[in-house]
């Protein structure tokens, strides 16, 4: 089988299988297509009491979107494959919200952006200990996206506005802690897993789920909640820098290290968020991507991390203090 989506029924489950190792199964058009019409067919049949989707490789899950391809088309004023991609992503998000049997993903290796989105909306996620979780999307200047800005304001505290803003990784057992996961089982378990939740369903999940470790975000989780529950940008790095400690200097050079203006964008919309409907978010997602997927900020931001790599973007304006305001409420208008 050398498709980039594998399908198949293995007793009670339908299974889906990201199968695209060499681009850490990073998702395009094609892909997003194959998962829709894979959910719409188990849907159907009876025999299939739940999806199970899990990836080839233990590198990664999926590693997001191929925002390489989106850039490109973007630089080229070729904005109709861009739109015709998150259209798909984020209504196959909506379905995995809905979808009526169990939803299973196993996360084992990187699971970033567009990676959450097919899993994070199931009923049931399950993360090893190599499950790494990231939304790091204010590196490339973009923004959380595929529903973030409905599960981030949601999370405990203020630790989605932590993670929105930073980037920061999620490890292993605090997928749980966090409710990235659901449950927490070892990589060597996962296909006794799969093949007992084939033989008997979803039941057999809770007797495979192991103790969590302690939630190691919990010694920062006060600065946390005071520093990221603030509302703004500015009162945000007022905060930390107030703080002082060595977790808010390296938590303000994270901030000052990704695109200002992606920072602020990503701020006010997970902020809308959190009085809003998940259909509702991922409708406010799609008109903002349009935007800006087409700006010279996320065409740079890819640019350094993805495209050149060397890690040494110029943003404009430079600055977190030095971003107009008016210009990031009309990407919103």
């Known amino acids: 089988m050398d498709e980039t989506v594998n399908v198949w029924v293995d007793g009670r489950v339908g299974r889906i299988r990201l199968n695209r190792p060499k681009a850490l199964n990073a998702l395009d058009l094609p892909m997003v297509a194959q998962v829709e019409a894979a959910l719409a067919k188990f849907a159907s049949m009876p025999e299939v009491h739940a999806v199970l989707v899990d ?40 379905t995995i919200a809905d979808y009526a049997k169990p939803y299973v993903a196993l996360v084992d290796g990187i699971c970033l952006g567009g990676g959450i989105g097919i899993s994070v909306h199931g009923s049931h996620r399950v993360a090893s200990e190599h499950a790494m979780f990231a ?14 800005t409905y599960l981030l304001p949601r999370m405990p505290g203020a630790l989605g506005m932590y993670l929105a803003l930073t980037g920061a990784r999620v490890l292993g057992a605090d997928a749980v802690h966090v409710g990235l996961a ?26 495979f789920a192991e103790p969590l470790p302690a939630f190691t ?9 005071t520093a990221f529950a603030k509302p703004s940008v500015g009162e945000i790095v007022a905060a930390l820098e107030a703080d002082g400690g060595e977790f808010a200097l390296e938590t303000l050079a994270i901030l000052r290290g990704h695109s200002p203006s992606s920072i602020h964008w990503s701020f ?6 959190a009085h809003r409907t998940l259909p509702d978010c991922l409708a406010a997602e799609l008109a903002l991507v349009k ?43």
């Open 55 to 94: 990836a080839t490789g233990e590198k990664a899950f999926c590693a997001g979107g191929d925002v390489r391809a989106i850039r490109a088309q973007g630089m080229a004023g070729d904005t109709a494959p861009i739109a015709a991609f998150f259209e798909a992503e984020y209504r196959m998000n909506q």
């Open 135 to 148: 939304m790091p999307e204010t590196a490339i200047a973009l923004f959380p996206d595929i529903g973030a």
């Open 182 to 207: 659901t449950h927490y089982v070892s990589r060597a378990r996962l296909p006794a897993l799969a093949e007992a939740i084939a033989k008997d369903g979803v039941a057999v999940i809770a007797a």
């Open 217 to 225: 975000f919990e010694p920062h989780m006060g600065l946390i909640n």
């Open 268 to 273: 006010k919309i997970v902020s809308q968020g």
């Open 291 to 333: 935007k800006i997927t087409g700006h010279p900020e996320f065409f740079e931001g890819v640019r350094a991390v993805v495209v050149d790599k060397d890690r040494a973007p110029k943003w404009q304006p430079a600055r977190l203090e030095e971003v107009d305001h008016a210009a990031i409420d009309a990407l919103f208008a």
